[in-house]
């Protein structure tokens, strides 16, 4: 047989189940068709191969996002950017200048801001009614669980003084006179937004074809889009728009969100729908997402010890479950029987628990079911709850991008936790050494840019690296309380890490037996990097670079400075 390519003369990393190494890998069509050495694989060398000397570079399985907002680019074109500005004047004064540059605009979007900047209580409208009163004023958090809106957008979705905190952990705050004062939190943001008008399928089109362009430079080839919404069309069509046109160049696998105010029967629409939704290979939606909490920063976040400041809804508080947990119960026993795997964001500790309570609950109305549920973010988990995950055959979506500390670290959960829950948040090895699968992702929108290779960098030293922070803030690197290692026995081993941002997210999503390792039969999708991990210290794991990435035999990305 003739290969179409052969990559040789490196150093192959194939996360296989014996974590084996090779030199060499031939290609044909899609499929990896060859493993080993470098003479044999140029034996499958023919007129029209495409050969490649990697020069002892290293090949890794392409990486795959284990949880993203991947469809969500559009906002990242169409809206105001807030992200990394440091004050409120600089947020003001960049609002001010984005209204003046689209006059015809009838709804003015943004997305970035820190929460850091208004303690306790978030930003009001009256320093958006100064910019333009006229037209609704939307503009996310950088969590995305929180909105700062102008008066017309409150007017717009009806939000008075009298209007109700809606159920799922809704916050819609209030300032000393009793009206909305600008900020509404969790589920009370659905309340403005679905009144709103959505992006078109174009835009939304526009928008993934950019994050894919992004993300296939950094190494990925796959994505789990961790939230869609039943009934706001316009992204789902657009990827499917995407995958009928074979202008996709990585895999997608999505989750419908589910709310409190859902009813059980809607679990049943759910399951007709992905029978509709499903574009093969490239697009399907197999997992029910249920949003558990909120952030520790917007006062949401569920917990089982009470925050230690003062919060609007009192002392003693610890957030509120988005759904109680016999609701939960119920509906997580439902999208089980319906053959959906759920994945759930849960941040505070009570979250968690509740969360696996759940689907202890569903095994015993269900049985044991290969679903392969995940609990993503996992800030805050009570030990005793980690040995849950693999008696339930759970997997930890893990956020390594941020277990090291910067400003919310020392301005809100400290303050908010007490130093002794600050200094024991994002557990990792504890997973690990209690046979617990691991899957690494980034939150992207919240995270960007998504370096694979910085989540590896971070957990393994759980220290702040040098150079661009996807996620996080400083006010001086240079301050040495910023170097220090957040909880270190908490660090991991390369070899699990790149196993989370390869194998496992593809067996988190059904697609272990396709992708996810270098192995004969499975698609040709790798990414050849300029360094050898293991011959690097730990602290410079990010400054590798990513040269070339194949997916389905194909190249979609191909570094400038690489030479073939």
């Known amino acids: 047989m003739t290969a179409d390519l052969i990559l040789h003369n490196g150093f192959v990393y194939t996360v296989d189940s014996g974590a084996g190494t090779a030199q060499?890998?031939?290609?044909?069509?899609?499929k990896i068709i060859f493993v080993g050495n470098s003479e044999d694989a140029l034996e499958y060398k023919g007129e029209t191969t495409n050969t490649i000397d990697m020069k002892g570079r290293m090949l890794l399985p392409s990486f795959f996002e284990g949880h993203c907002h991947c469809f969500e680019d559009a906002d990242r074109i169409h809206s105001c950017k807030l992200r990394d500005l440091g004050t409120v004047d600089d947020y003001l004064r960049v609002i001010k200048e984005y209204v003046e540059k689209h006059p015809d605009y009838t709804v003015i979007r943004g997305i970035g801001w820190k929460n850091n900047l208004f303690p306790a209580a978030g930003p009001t409208k009256g320093l958006l009614d100064e910019i333009r009163s006229d037209i609704p004023i939307f503009l996310y958090s950088s969590d995305h669980h929180s909105a700062w809106v102008n008066s017309k957008a409150l007017e717009t979705a009806g939000i008075t003084r009298d209007t109700p905190n809606p159920p799922g952990g809704g916050v819609i705050e209030h300032d000393a006179l009793g009206e909305p004062s600008g900020t509404v939190r969790e589920s009370a943001i659905d309340i403005v937004e679905d009144v709103l008008p959505d992006y078109s399928v174009e835009q939304y089109m526009q928008g993934i074809k950019q994050f894919q362009a992004k993300a296939n430079s950094w190494g990925f080839t796959g994505a789990f889009e961790a939230r869609l919404f039943f009934k706001r069309r316009n992204r789902i069509e657009a990827v499917k728009r995407l995958a009928s046109a074979g202008e996709l160049t990585m895999r997608f696998r999505a989750a419908y969100e589910i709310m409190p105010d859902n009813s059980i029967a809607d679990v049943g629409e759910y399951a007709k729908a992905r029978e509709l939704d499903d574009s093969g290979e490239f697009?399907?939606?197999?997992t029910i997402k249920f949003c558990q909490d909120g952030v520790v920063e917007g006062l949401t976040a569920q917990l089982i010890e009470p925050y230690l400041v003062e919060t609007p809804m009192g002392s003693d508080f610890k957030g509120e479950p988005k759904f109680e947990l016999e609701q939960y119960k119920i509906f997580a026993a439902e999208c089980e029987k319906q053959g959906f795997q759920?994945?759930?964001?849960?941040?505070?500790?009570?979250a968690t628990r509740y969360s696996l309570d759940a689907f202890a609950y569903s095994r015993q109305q269900n049985g044991r079911k290969d679903l392969r549920n995940a609990i993503t973010h996992l800030q805050l988990v009570a030990p005793e709850d980690i040995k849950r995950f693999r008696d339930l055959d759970v997997i930890a979506n893990v956020n390594t991008y941020w277990q090291f500390m910067e400003d919310?670290?020392?301005e809100i959960r400290i303050?908010?936790?007490g130093k002794k829950r600050?200094?024991?948040q994002f557990p990792l090895k504890s997973f690990i050494d209690a046979g617990v699968m691991i899957v690494t992702s980034s939150d992207y929108g919240g995270t960007n840019p998504v370096n694979p290779l910085f989540a590896i960098q971070v957990g393994m030293t759980r220290t702040m690296p040098d150079g661009a922070l996807p996620y996080g803030v400083v006010s001086d690197r240079h301050d040495p309380k910023y170097k220090e290692q957040l909880w270190p026995e908490e660090k991991a081993d390369l070899k699990d890490l790149i196993a989370s941002v390869t194998y496992?997210?593809?067996?988190?999503?059904f697609l272990d037996e396709l992708t996810g390792s270098?192995?004969?039969g499975k698609s040709a999708d790798m990414v050849l990097l300029d360094k050898n991990l293991f011959e690097l210290p730990a602290a410079e794991i990010s400054k590798a670079k990513v040269l070339m990435t194949v997916f389905k035999g194909k190249t979609v990305f191909q570094d400038a400075s690489f030479d073939e």
């Open 422 to 424: 600050a200094d024991m």
């Open 408 to 410: 919310y670290h020392f």
């Open 415 to 417: 303050p908010y936790l």
């Open 342 to 350: 759920i994945h759930v964001h849960a941040i505070g500790d009570g």
């Open 24 to 30: 060499a890998v031939a290609v044909k069509d899609d």
């Open 283 to 286: 697009f399907q939606v197999n």
């Open 504 to 509: 496992n997210p593809a067996y988190a999503n």
């Open 518 to 520: 270098i192995e004969v």
